[in-house]
């Protein structure tokens, strides 16, 4: 079993920064796919930003620029630095991974429990 625990949100005005991490710990062979979704209130949550385990990045078109996701293997934590952040960044983010519990054991999907950004104008 692995969890997720997500820190850095929190409230900035608009054109601020913000650092998000993520922490993975417990019992697995490996994470394949480490990612950001965010849910912003009445909308669905989508894509912010993901990383595989061997570093190939994709960003959704809205934070490209703006948005850096990293991610330490080694130490199974991922960080997304957000620059330039928008009014319309606001919602809680959500960390989430692909894992195996064994090796060819199949992947398994697991989601922290979300860290609210909002954004002033």
């Known amino acids: 079993q692995v969890q997720l625990v997500e820190s850095g949100g929190g409230l900035v005005q608009a054109g601020g920064s913000l650092r998000l991490s993520c922490a993975a710990s417990?019992?697995?062979?490996?994470?394949?796919?480490m990612a950001w979704y965010r849910q912003a209130p009445g909308k669905q949550r989508e894509l912010v930003a993901a990383?595989?385990?061997?570093?190939?990045?994709t960003n959704a078109d809205s934070v490209k620029g703006r948005f850096t996701i990293s991610r330490d293997n080694a130490k199974n934590t991922m960080t997304l630095q957000m620059n330039s952040l928008k009014p319309e960044d606001t919602a809680i983010y959500y960390c989430?991974?692909?894992?195996?519990?064994?090796?060819?054991?199949?992947?398994?999907?697991?989601w922290g429990q979300g860290t609210p950004v909002t954004v002033s104008s």
């Open positions: 989430n991974a692909e894992y195996e519990r064994s090796r060819y054991s199949g992947y398994l999907e697991v």
């Open positions: 990383i595989a385990s061997g570093g190939s990045i």
């Open positions: 417990g019992s697995f062979f490996s994470i394949r796919v």
